[in-house]
C-alpha cells in the first residue's frame, strides 16, 4: 500500500483509510466469493456511531442490508466469530433474508465502537462489489426524440450495413434514451427510500436555482463514439446541450453526484459525470436488454464485436434527434420497463 495514497472508504459521509487486510480463503465454497477477515481499520471512538448504555454495558445497533450479512458472519461464521473475539463484543445478526439491524453488546464503549466500525468498513468493502441497482437519469424518449431516433436508425441501416459490425441488434431500444448521471447500489427499501428523499432534498438545495423553477429546453444534435478508433467502436451517443448554450445541464449532473457520493450511497468514478444517450452499443448484440456501467460493461472487450463507425460518422456526425423540455430527474429501476416502455421509476422530482 501506497502510504501517502492509501485506500479510502466512505461510511456515512466519514471518510477511513483503508489498511491492508488478512484474508482467509476456503477450499470449496458453495458461492463464488471469499470470506474476508475484518479489515484492521481505525478504531478510535467515532462520533457517528451512537452507543447506549444498558444495563449490562454497552449497546450499538447498525443498519445492515440482508444482502451483506453473508459477509459479516463468514465461512462457517468465522469473520463473525474473529470480530467478536478481538474486540470483545457480541455480535447478533438477523436471519438471511431478514431485513433488520446488526446489535453489538459489550463491557466497553470503546469495544463496541470498535466492532461498529470494523462492521461498517468490512460491509462497505462487499457493497463496492455489488451490481448497481438503479441509476439516476434524464428521460430522453419524449416521441418527437424516439420518431427521429427511429429514422437515424432507419437511415444507419440502409446506409452502412455493409460496414463491419453495423447491424440491427446494436440499437438502442427507442423508449428507455436516457442520460445516466450515476448508478446506485440500492439493496433494500430504506436505502431506496433514503436515494428517493435526497433526491428531494436536491431539488431545494440547487435544481430550483438552478432550473428558475422552469423545464430545461435541450438539444440532442450529432454523434460521438467512446473510444478512440472510428474503426473499432463499441458505443456511440449522442450529444446533448442546453439549447442556450449554457452549462445548467453539466452543473446539476455534477451536483447530483456531489450529494449522492457525500451521503455514501454512490461511488465517484469520474470529476465530471460525462453526459452522453447511447444509441448504439454492441453489449446489445448478444442481450438486447443488457445495461451495463458507464457503457463499458461487465462482459469483457475480448467477448463485444466492435462495429466501424467510419462512414456512419461521415454522413450522420451531425444529426439533430430533436429537442426537447426536460423537467425530471429520477431514481431508475436497473432491468426493469413499465407502461411507457421507459425504466420504472422509483422517485422522481420535476423542475417545475
Excluded at 441488434?169 to 450515476?182: D, R
Aim: glycine share 6%.
Amino acid at each position: 500500500m501506497d502510504v501517502l495514497r492509501p485506500s479510502l472508504i466512505n461510511i456515512n459521509g466519514r471518510i477511513y483509510r483503508k489498511n491492508i487486510t488478512r484474508e482467509q480463503t476456503y477450499q470449496n465454497e458453495e458461492e463464488d466469493f471469499d470470506y474476508s477477515a475484518s479489515p484492521d481499520c481505525l478504531d478510535e471512538p467515532c462520533d457517528t456511531v451512537e452507543v447506549e448504555q444498558t444495563d449490562k454495558g454497552y449497546r450499538c445497533a447498525i443498519d445492515v442490508p440482508s444482502v451483506l450479512y453473508k459477509y459479516i458472519i463468514g465461512k462457517k461464521g468465522d469473520t463473525r466469530k474473529r470480530l467478536e473475539t478481538e474486540t470483545r463484543t457480541s455480535i447478533n445478526i438477523p436471519k438471511q433474508g431478514v431485513e433488520g439491524q446488526i446489535v453489538i453488546t459489550g463491557q466497553q464503549r470503546a469495544s463496541v465502537i470498535s466492532a461498529c466500525t470494523r462492521i461498517e468498513v468490512l460491509m462497505e468493502s462487499f457493497r463496492i462489489k455489488q451490481p448497481f441497482t438503479h441509476f439516476l437519469s434524464f428521460a430522453l424518449n419524449q416521441p418527437e426524440i424516439q420518431e427521429r431516433y427511429l429514422q437515424f436508425k432507419e437511415e444507419v441501416l440502409k446506409n452502412c450495413s455493409q460496414d463491419d459490425g453495423v447491424d440491427g441488434s446494436i440499437f438502442q431500444n427507442p423508449a428507455k434514451l436516457h442520460l445516466t448521471i450515476g448508478t446506485l447500489s440500492l439493496l433494500n427499501e430504506k436505502e431506496v427510500t433514503k436515494a428517493c428523499g435526497l433526491l428531494q432534498q436536491c431539488k431545494e438545495d440547487f435544481i430550483k436555482d438552478i432550473t428558475g423553477s422552469k423545464p430545461l429546453p435541450l438539444e440532442i444534435v450529432g454523434i460521438e463514439y467512446m473510444n478512440d478508433d472510428p474503426a473499432m467502436v463499441d458505443v456511440l451517443y449522442a450529444k446533448v446541450h442546453p439549447k442556450d448554450g449554457s452549462d445548467k445541464l453539466q452543473l446539476i449532473a455534477d451536483q447530483l453526484v456531489k450529494h449522492f457520493v457525500s451521503s455514501g450511497l454512490m461511488t465517484k468514478e469520474w470529476d465530471r459525470v460525462k453526459l452522453h444517450a447511447t444509441v448504439m452499443n454492441t453489449v446489445f448484440r448478444k442481450d438486447p436488454s443488457a445495461e451495463d456501467k458507464r457503457d463499458s460493461g461487465r462482459q469483457g472487450l475480448k467477448d463485444r464485436e466492435s462495429f466501424d463507425a467510419r462512414n456512419l460518422m461521415k454522413m450522420f456526425g451531425k444529426y439533430n434527434f430533436g429537442n426537447l423540455d426536460l423537467n425530471a430527474v429520477q431514481v431508475s429501476q436497473r432491468f426493469s420497463t413499465d407502461s411507457s416502455g421507459y425504466y420504472t421509476s422509483s422517485g422522481l422530482i420535476t423542475f417545475s
